[in-house]
């Protein structure tokens, strides 16, 4: 092999339509292989719900549904039911925005709910297959090689880890249609068209995912610095200069259309590489790989995952061995060609890995950002995405070079079937150890909540369901699912799970419920769920307010919704001080007692001498005088005896302590990553209902059952409250 092509210069040919059907084929069946067709009935939404309840893609379909059935807006993008009364856009919760409203369109003829992702998830593989296989025909005359090389494009770890978790991000092809364009620059098609084509690919880009926008615009940017080398820069700098302006008013365009530029929804938290890539993420199989093993990986390495894969990099030593050996090309001529491959891979990496440089768990160097451009990186957060182009391009290279060798067709496409053999086996692993983002397609689940009260939101005319706070212990599975049945019944929740969030009017709108709450008055069709009780010290209890406990919830309605079922528990709520409460607790014939601290950063608790003496007339409660960031933990029988204590400064688990003292199942758990919220599950019940400070239950062993419950903020010492069940 004389010459490494940076790029191919075979001409297009009448047989590019047959390459790419060829390539589409590839995409297809892939797609079959590894999920079947199960997903492509747009009827069965429960496997998306449940996949699992409270995931990110989980979140997605149930804003997807409220958006379909909602009245149209202007512009088109927005609805209303998500974070009532304030709008939210499709383009906050990963609906694939422009697919969304056509979707909608759809169900003013079928009005009916169902779901768009399995289709668009096939389609984007066969769009892989067959622009990757248009891609390597460029290198080789031969469209069989071309579409068995396609068959790596389709295999790409992050294509299949998002295909049905990140559902936008499936749309890789928004990647590989940028480069076709540079590949096929030479075209008069592209030629002619090519600041229609720049302008179409950059606003589409934008409304399936906007990560993908910058990378066509560096892309762009390609094209027009390789087209400089062979017609002069002025020529491809005015064309750039056009093409870049018309893409840049589309990408503005199509953002407003589908409610983009909603206020409120701006960076408010400078959080630029929460994901990075780490720079052995291309050579790195992580837990890829079945023959080789992992290198350390360092901080968010999933997002920056780009393994290569054992096919392509044997492919790649077996192009630099035979460069070394055969090889006459110009090394200056040929860094020349290389340089804008290089520079826009060099861009793609530094944002990447972004400020603080990692290799493995070792920091290579960081440096500062201003403020400003912190912000700016900040709308890109999970910057290790940015490596998907450079992946494809090196797999490109390497695998159009190999299709380029200049021997017998059979023999190259030989060599790239066992390749592509190697590549398959060694990702085996992946495909069986959760690498695929979705495996089981079932049309009905079990629900992770099991009261009937869910189920009859509508029967019983409620409309808007509140949670309070925005922030709180409510777990992702209870809480979608509550979303999923009251847009399912025609209500509206008031927080929701988002990319981006305004979260001061969410607070406005939370603080105007208080008031009203504070005032004795339930509006009606309200239905609250509280996910942090010591809020209920504001609440005034009139006569049309009553506190029930629903699935461990905590839930304020009107009063008789006891009488729907047995799950629906009316519950009596208490306000006292933490010293009050104590003596209260000392004074009960109690039986079994469970008491958990968890605490937030190194703020100093706010115990008074009242409170101390208590907490030593239970004979605990020395840890708690400390000021520093302690997790604490007690359990106290009858009789006041301490069964179990413990203070740690690190995160704490204690799973399922059970024996001759502890006659049901307790686990308790804090973890400092997350806050230092504590978790507390008594005989499989949650009652861990303050984020911090101390929460409390009282277990009867001789009912069986918890008989309160109670949740106090250390750091304050105001009124908490405690639940008599």
Known sequence: MKNIKAFPTISASHDSALCFIFGLVVGALVFVSLWGTAPLNPFNI????????????????????????????????LTNGLLYPTSTSVVFFDAIPLVAIIAKVIRFFYPHDFQYFGIWGFVCMALQGGISSLIIRKYCANSIISAISSAFFCLSPFLLGKMFGHAS?????????????????????????????????????????????????????????????????????????????????????????IGGFLPGNDVSILDYGIAPYNLNGLFNPGWSSKIIQAFPHGKGSSEGHAWLGLGVIIGGLYLAINALLVSEQNII???????????????????????????????????????????????????????????????IFIIGNISAMPTRAWRKGTLIAILLCVQIFDATRFYKEGGLSHTSFPEAVPPPLSSILWEKLEQLSIKHVVFIPYSGRLPHNAWSYIAAQAIRQGATTNVFWLGRTPMRTIQNNIEQKIVELKSGSLSDGDLFVINYIPILTAVNFSSDIRAYLVDDQVVLGKRGLEKIDDSVKSINVKRSTLAEYLKHLRLLDYNFMIILSGREKDLPVALDDATRQELHNLNIGSALDHASNINYVSVIGPNRSVLFENQDGRPITYSKLSSAIFPIPIEVSVDLNFGAFPRVLVNGIDCSHSHVGLNICVYDIKLKKIVEVGAFDLYTMGNGVYLQM
Request: with cysteine; hydrophobic share 55%; proline share 4%.
């Open 169 to 257: 991000m499936s749309g890789q092809w928004l990647i590989l249609l940028p480069i076709l364009f540079i590949w096929y620059r030479d075209t008069k098609f592209v030629a002619n068209h090519e600041i229609v084509l720049w302008s179409a690919i950059t606003a589409v880009s934008v409304g399936i995912l906007a990560y993908f926008t910058p990378m066509v615009f560096l892309l762009m940017v390609v094209y027009y610095a390789v087209g400089a080398q062979s017609s002069g820069i002025v020529n491809n700098l005015k064309r750039f200069a056009l093409s870049f302006i018309s893409s840049v008013a589309c990408c503005l365009f199509v953002l407003w259309f």
């Open 46 to 77: 429960e496997w998306i719900l449940n996949n699992p309840y409270g995931s990110d893609f989980c979140f997605t379909e149930i804003g997807v549904l409220q958006f379909l059935k909602s009245e149209w807006t202007f512009p088109p993008g």
């Open 333 to 395: 001529a040929s860094a020349k060609l290389y340089s804008p491959y290089v520079i826009a891979c060099s861009i793609l990496i530094a944002f990447a890995a972004t400020n603080k440089v990692m290799f493995g768990d070792y920091l290579v160097f960081s440096y500062i950002l201003p403020q400003k451009i912190l912000a700016l990186f900040s709308i890109f957060r999970t910057s290790g995405r940015f490596i998907w182009p450079v992946w494809y391009l090196i797999v």
